[in-house]
């Protein structure tokens, strides 16, 4: 018996070793990640509020993140003396373990992707980080107080709405693609020579607001509302249980951000990656790197303390060593054209990564933006808006996107002609959408207007 | 071997988490491994490699049908519950069908004089990567050969939707 086990073991590593790694890899460094994300928040918020945001800890608080951590990891770890102690201790750890897991079904190039060519991709990757969910609803019943209780409901609630609209998002886009592969996803674009996001703009718009509503982030974070609910689900979680919310949460913006890019946002292409004159955009990357290593290095003597300028020159450095990397493969076929054929998988893993991440980045800029400009909204507000807005517009535009591609198999539309019938397909969407939400607040108008008049009446 | 070790894993997980729900006094316990059960099926159907199995089992009913559950179980006032005997007095009743159910399948082998899993059919494993794709046989399957009985389903479904719409409509 133990030798079999041994044997099964040994079997196993010998087949899943790369993995295995990537993952051990992916979960050491995405805390820091997810450290650097909220910097570049509170960046962007002190930034849109005419504020500098945290200064102190290194220059421009770049070692921030590092400090929080430290002190998170420090801080006393309470548990209530009436909470469920063994679901009080699984639920933090659900919560980050699906956002976790779901990150191995992602692409983040060609060539990365821990678990590579799934049949089921995108699902798989949509399903579990769904279960994330019970973390939350969890947490919030085993904590044993009503804050966090309707915190934890509230989150439910919300999170099975708009999984609807945004499962509903995600058909329409699949449409397109015909397959559920991640990989085969992002070369049904190139071939293409389009973004789906194009393709079907509806689909985007409806996923972006139901993503932002299941990370349960501003203007939808009702279920943490601060001025209503304490902390929501995390009332009564403090020091490193609380972190680990937090990384999920994080965790599960990376994640949706990353299912958008995939399929709507053309996953690693670079834009216009089919256009050949278009090329000169490979130069993009390396120069931005260098010109934040420039600045990086023309702030440096500024900073008041010497550490602070060496760190700065050492990030400057950093930066210049990123844009080697990612200008090699370009210069390279150009100084020596025999080169080509060997640089050209490094090119497609280190360009594809790079525009990738780039476009992760600006789609969770994006929801920082919307976090510090939309107030939040009621919880009511939220419900009409999932049900009576997003659902029938996701489920309209699954149709007419189903109609609009068998037109365009009739008229043998192909790439950029195809949005000679996919935007009159959309517009319609919107239309009927709208025309439903118009006909029903109509409808609640009346009742009410019937139930003042029977009140004063009587 | 090692399909062995993760078979027995799962398929012990399964078992035992729902002999766990039964017994579990507290209703969010019996919940939590409910939902540990339902993955370990999971875990079941993708040593199949029927992913797309695997991936439904876990939207629906961990990520969709648990959710209800759990979400009806905090609304519901569960302390008058815990109090009261939860489970009706049957245990002699059901023990004596059990013991007959056990039988009845111990007959069945004795009988035919194999042990489970013995003279089964059993089909040469194809490669992973020569086997059809999952998702695409689940579709060709329910869309072209079974497309009637799929649709008739999907509008039975759509019966029980809008009744249970209506029935929780207030009534004017």
């Given at each position: ?121 995108i699902?798989?990757?949509v ?34 709405s708009y999984e609807t609209a945004a499962g509903m998002a995600l058909v329409s886009g699949l449409l397109f693609a ?7 996803i992002?070369?049904?674009q190139?071939?293409q020579?389009i973004w789906f996001g194009l393709l079907a703009p509806v689909a985007l718009f409806v996923y972006g607001v139901a993503s932002i509503a299941e ?41 949706v951000?990353?299912v958008a890019t995939t399929l709507f946002l053309g ?96 789609y969770?800029?994006c929801?920082?933006?919307l ?13 009409r808006l999932g049900w009576h807005f997003l659902i029938p517009l996701s489920i309209i535009n699954v149709l007419v996107v189903g109609v609009a591609l068998i037109a365009a198999?009739?008229?043998?539309l192909?790439?950029w002609?195809m949005l000679l019938v996919t935007t009159p397909a959309a517009i319609i969407a919107l239309v009927a959408a709208l025309a439903i939400l118009a ?20 | ?172």
């Amino acid at each position: 018996m133990m030798n079999a086990v041994v044997q099964a073991t040994i079997e196993f590593l010998k087949l899943y070793w790369a993995p295995l790694l990537c993952g051990v890899v992916i979960v050491a460094v995405l805390p820091i990640i997810v450290g650097y994300i909220v910097l570049v928040e509170r960046k962007v918020m002190a930034d849109m509020q005419a504020r500098l945001g945290p200064m102190r800890v290194g220059p421009h608080g770049l070692l921030q993140p590092i400090a929080d951590a430290v002190k998170l990891l420090i801080k006393e770890d309470i548990i209530p003396d009436n909470a469920d102690k063994l679901v009080f201790w699984l639920a933090p750890v659900l919560s980050v373990g699906a956002g976790l897991l779901a990150i191995a079904g992602l692409a983040i190039g060609p060539a990365f992707q821990i678990a590579p060519n799934i049949n089921i991709g995108i699902l798989f990757v949509v399903g579990i980080s769904a279960m994330g969910i019970f973390g939350i609803v969890l947490g919030g019943w085993a904590s044993n107080s009503h804050y966090s209780l309707m915190g934890a409901l509230r989150s439910s609630a919300q999170l099975v709405s708009y999984e609807t609209a945004a499962g509903m998002a995600l058909v329409s886009g699949l449409l397109f693609a015909g397959s559920l592969n991640i990989t085969a996803i992002v070369e049904a674009q190139r071939t293409q020579g389009i973004w789906f996001g194009l393709l079907a703009p509806v689909a985007l718009f409806v996923y972006g607001v139901a993503s932002i509503a299941e990370t349960n982030r501003a203007p939808f974070d009702l279920p943490e509302a601060e001025s209503e609910l304490v902390a929501g689900y995390m009332t009564e979680f403090s020091g490193f249980r609380w972190s680990l919310y937090f990384l999920a949460e994080y965790a599960n913006m990376i994640v949706v951000a990353s299912v958008a890019t995939t399929l709507f946002l053309g996953g690693w292409l670079r834009p216009f990656s089919e256009v050949h004159w278009m090329s000169f955009l490979d130069f993009g990357p390396p120069l931005l790197m260098v010109a934040i290593a420039a600045y990086c290095v023309m702030r440096a003597p500024k900073q008041p303390v010497r550490v602070q300028q060496l760190f700065m020159l050492a990030v400057a450095g950093f930066c210049f060593v990123v844009a080697l990397v990612l200008a090699a493969p370009v210069l390279l076929p150009m100084l020596k054209p025999s080169l080509a054929a060997v640089v050209q998988p490094y090119y497609a893993g280190i360009h594809g990564g790079f525009w990738f991440l780039f476009k992760v980045s600006v789609y969770i800029y994006c929801f920082m933006w919307l976090r510090f400009t939309v107030p939040r909204y009621r919880f009511d507000q939220l419900m009409r808006l999932g049900w009576h807005f997003l659902i029938p517009l996701s489920i309209i535009n699954v149709l007419v996107v189903g109609v609009a591609l068998i037109a365009a198999e009739y008229f043998h539309l192909q790439g950029w002609a195809m949005l000679l019938v996919t935007t009159p397909a959309a517009i319609i969407a919107l239309v009927a959408a709208l025309a439903i939400l118009a006909v029903d607040s109509s409808r609640k108008e009346r009742e009410r207007a019937a139930a003042a008049t029977e009140f004063y009446a009587r | 071997m090692l399909d062995k070790v993760l078979f027995y894993f799962f398929a012990g997980l399964a078992v035992a988490s729902a002999v766990l729900t039964v017994t579990r006094r507290n209703a969010v316990h019996s919940a939590i491994f409910l939902i540990t059960s339902l993955l370990a099926t999971a875990g079941i159907f993708l040593q199949l490699r029927a992913e797309f199995l695997f991936i439904v089992q876990i939207i629906l009913y961990v990520g969709g049908i648990m959710v209800l559950f759990v979400f009806v179980i905090m609304l519901v006032n569960l302390d008058v519950a815990v109090r009261q005997i939860q489970f009706a007095r049957q245990k002699w009743v059901a023990l004596v069908i059990a013991l007959a159910l056990a039988a009845q399948v111990g007959l069945m082998f004795w009988s035919s004089g194999k042990m489970p899993g013995q003279g089964l059919p059993v089909q040469v494993a194809a490669a992973a990567d020569r086997l059809p794709l999952n998702s695409e046989t689940v579709a060709h399957s329910l869309f072209e050969s079974y497309l009637l009985p799929f649709e008739i389903a999907s509008v039975l479904l759509l019966v029980a939707m809008i009744g249970a719409v209506v029935m929780a409509k207030k009534r004017t």
